[in-house]
């Protein structure tokens, strides 16, 4: 079994006793924002904290980002703002995973931060920030961390300070909320578009393997994903899922792994290609730091004979043409960006 094909399950494992009248009901009900859906995916989330060892953060109650969302108390009565922590500050947060889309106007930039602190009134936002906030409010969870927002996204400075944070964030939230089906941020978590799916995106890649827990709103259902177990509207009792151990990978399957994340992460899209090397660093720093190997652009020195062996490979998956370049056009494949040409990310191919 590859490493990033763990949602295989168990023979009728199950966790948890048998679901209640009121949470079966959803499994009729079509919204992934109704109330029945909701106390679904809060079930889910209170059996894996009951249940599941592997999935418990790190930290009881982890450290906030340096900048989060307070989306202000579960009745809506104060409006979401801005919050910089003070590198000490505790306490639960989600994390937005979602598809930026071509338009980027709503983000924080080094002249607006001042605004954001005084208030982001969530009419003004992004169809699918602001049902982010609501589902943060639904859990009766205080703080939210959207990169578009808690990023300075004219600060190239602040921007590799948060890259290099990109694995912590996620492996300390309590969840992530994955924007499954909206192919930007004008989509909703709730409502469905027409547009690519944000799975198909190269920088959700880390985001899903570094989130101890994740809660899945697509098209026509909500899933959930954690460490230990699957999830959904359609099959509610907790699978328990078989290999799934991608969290601290032993020396000795590390390089099987990594090439299962490479070959995968390659076939994603990416609409910036100076992202490249960005987008998996994150996932690249924790696994190193779990198996104490030291990363080079993509490859790791203590096997780096065997990473070197790498080839292109062709693929059926739509490339987005909105980003592709001359070179690209004429058929060449290397890429706009600083890595060496020995390195798998110099393409823009599957490899």
């Known amino acids: 079994m590859g490493f990033l094909a763990p949602f295989q399950v168990a023979n009728g494992a199950e966790f948890g006793p048998i679901l209640t009248n009121g949470i079966q009901r959803s499994l009729n009900d079509h919204s992934t924002g109704s109330d029945a859906a909701i106390k679904l995916a809060k079930w889910w989330l209170e059996r894996c904290r009951a249940l599941h060892r592997t999935c418990r953060n790190f930290q009881d109650i982890p450290r906030l980002p340096d900048r989060v969302i307070d989306v202000g108390p579960p009745d809506g009565s104060q409006e979401p703002k801005l919050f910089e922590t003070d590198g000490v500050e505790r306490g639960d947060y989600l994390t937005l995973s979602h598809c930026w889309g071509k338009t980027r106007s709503f983000v924080t930039k080094t002249r607006t931060v001042n605004e954001r602190i005084r ?31 808690c990023i300075l996204q004219d600060s190239s400075w602040d921007w590799e300070v948060q890259a290099a944070e990109m694995a912590a964030i996620f492996r300390n939230s309590l969840f992530t909320i994955s924007a499954a089906n ?46 230990t177990s699957v999830a959904s509207e359609r099959h509610p009792g907790m699978k328990v899922i078989q290999n799934y151990d991608f969290i601290l990978p032993s020396q000795a399957s590390f ?51 065997l990473d070197l062996v790498w080839r292109r490979r062709r693929s059926s998956i739509q490339r987005d043409d909105s980003v592709r370049s001359p070179t690209q056009e004429a058929g060449e494949h290397m890429l706009e960006i600083p890595a060496p040409s020995w390195s798998w990310a110099s393409l823009d191919s599957p490899v």
């Open 119 to 149: 208030g982001i009134p969530i009419s003004t936002m992004p169809k699918t920030f602001s049902d982010a906030v609501l589902i943060t409010r639904m859990f009766g969870v205080r703080f939210l961390w959207i990169d578009a927002l």
């Open 182 to 227: 909206a192919a930007d941020n004008d989509g909703g978590c709730f409502v469905t578009r027409d547009g690519r799916n944000v799975s198909n995106r190269a920088w959700i890649l880390q985001e899903q393997i570094l989130s101890p827990r994740t809660l899945v709103l697509d098209e026509n259902h909500i899933h959930w994903r954690c460490c």
């Open 255 to 305: 390089r099987t792994v990594w090439h299962d994340v490479v070959e995968n992460y390659t076939s994603r899209s990416l609409t910036k290609r100076t992202d490249k090397l960005a987008a998996i660093h994150g996932l690249a720093t924790a696994l190193g730091t779990a198996a104490r190997f030291t990363y080079i652009a993509g490859l790791w020195k203590e096997h780096i004979q």
